[in-house]
């Protein structure tokens, strides 16, 4: 499924992978031998005994791909089965996929948005439009161009901020979760400037949702600081600090709190001090700039994954706080839809906003961000503008 943790049903990671064997009656030794392989396949060697609830977003969902691979089904269906996995990760596990589908002959169906990189292994495309017709099947050359979206050419990102006033410093953060061998970061040192629209990459589970959850204090570090605007976060009372800084989750389900889409919104204005019309009138704008105008009434928690996720950002784009930490705000969302959310986070930049995003998605991060930082080992690996970045002869 698009998200992983709505088809997990155990609490551990060899569990979850089991699960499906026993119901298939397979010996105790082979099922360990397959978890182990399986594990190994997917670049998860020895996390048997980790608690579902601990790995990060790419992590869960590589387990949610083995746990049905393991089974060596003979359909295989696939919904946006990549959408939390850095470039690498990707890339390794669907050729996994196409590998053990070549070698076992099953069948694979995949829904995606980013087909660039599967096409060629791909034997017949079905796409629907936005109400669910299907507009075109079969042959593989004609379709092509329907779905591979033309990318506006090497256009820079932001121009980087003309001073670098640091809004948010982070300094010799180091921190493990209890119970872990590793830290997750340690020393690490970032400053944000205001002004930056400033990119987070890094592979799956190097810590980037961590930094934010110590950032929001969520979690609390074991040593170093994190200062907003130079006053120490843990400093700042709660209430004041998500007035200043807005979040939006790499789970979006996480953020959720009302019972309908015009709910979920109004609360979100509730400290904006203006009358009811003028909050209507803006919810409004929302809705039919991040195309929902359609869910109006409905639970949150029942919209598509692609709904969820712009909904969680509509909220959060409400509030007005001039520091925005976004958390993968781009997965499960078609072509137009990535390029509209960026378009309105320059606008944003240029109202003097300052944004964070974390993504795995490169091209977006070529084209609109302003600096990246690329995180590695618990450090910043790479701290650059973007532009800098992307230079050919960096090979990326
Ligand atoms: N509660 C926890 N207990 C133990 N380990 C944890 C816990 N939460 C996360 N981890 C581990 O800490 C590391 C960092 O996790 P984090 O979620 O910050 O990664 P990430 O960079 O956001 O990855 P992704 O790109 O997959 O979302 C991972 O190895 C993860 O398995
Ligand atoms: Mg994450």
Redesign the pocket.
């Known amino acids: 499924m698009q998200s992983p943790e709505s088809q997990f049903c155990t609490f551990t990671v060899a569990e979850e992978l089991a699960f499906g064997m026993e119901n298939l009656g397979l010996p105790q030794n082979e099922m360990k031998r397959r978890i182990s392989q399986i594990l190994d396949a997917v670049g998860l060697p020895g996390l048997e005994d980790?608690r579902l609830?601990?790995?990060?977003?790419?992590?869960k969902q590589k387990i949610a791909i083995a746990a049905v691979l393991v089974m060596s089904p003979k359909i295989l269906l696939l919904d946006e089965p990549t959408a939390?996995l850095?470039p690498v990760s990707r890339k390794e596990i669907l050729d996994l996929i196409l590998n053990l589908q070549r070698e076992r002959l099953f069948t694979v169906i995949i829904v995606e948005h980013n087909i660039a990189e599967i096409i060629d292994a791909v034997d017949s495309l079905t796409v629907f439009d936005e109400n669910g017709a299907v507009i075109s099947t079969g042959c593989m050359e004609s379709d092509k161009t329907l779905v591979i979206p033309e990318l506006e050419p090497e256009t820079t990102g932001f121009a980087p901020p003309d001073s670098s006033e640091p809004i948010l410093e982070i300094k010799n953060l180091s921190f493990s979760?209890?119970?872990?061998d590793m830290p997750?970061l340690a020393d690490f040192d970032l400053s944000i400037n205001r002004g930056d629209f400033l990119a987070v990459l890094?592979?799956?589970?190097?810590?980037?949702?961590?930094?934010l959850k110590l950032i929001f204090q969520i979690l609390k570090q074991n040593s170093g600081q994190i200062s907003f605007q130079n006053k120490p976060v843990s400093s700042i009372r709660k209430k004041t600090l998500y007035e200043s800084m807005g979040l939006v989750f790499?789970n979006p389900e996480d953020q959720f709190v009302a019972n309908t889409v015009h709910d979920e919104m109004f609360f979100s204005l509730k400290r904006t001090r203006t009358s009811r019309e003028v909050k209507e009138a803006r919810i409004k704008d929302m809705l039919s700039r991040f195309h929902l105008e359609e869910t109006l009434e409905k639970s949150p928690f029942i919209l598509s994954q692609g709904q969820k996720r712009r909904l969680s950002v509509a909220v959060m784009l409400l509030t007005g706080q001039k520091l925005l930490f976004l958390?993968?705000p781009t997965f499960g969302q078609d072509h137009e839809n990535r390029e509209e959310l960026m378009k309105d986070m320059q606008t944003l930049a240029a109202d003097g906003v300052t944004g964070v995003m974390?993504t795995?998605d490169l091209s977006l991060v070529q084209r609109y961000a302003s600096r990246v930082v690329e995180?590695s080992d618990g450090k910043v690996l790479y701290d650059m503008p973007a532009e800098q970045y992307f230079l050919p002869e960096r090979g990326l």
């Open positions: 980790r609830s601990t790995l990060s977003g790419g992590q939390n850095d979760y209890p119970g872990m997750v890094g592979a799956n589970g190097t810590g980037k949702t961590t930094l790499q958390d993968e974390i795995h995180i």
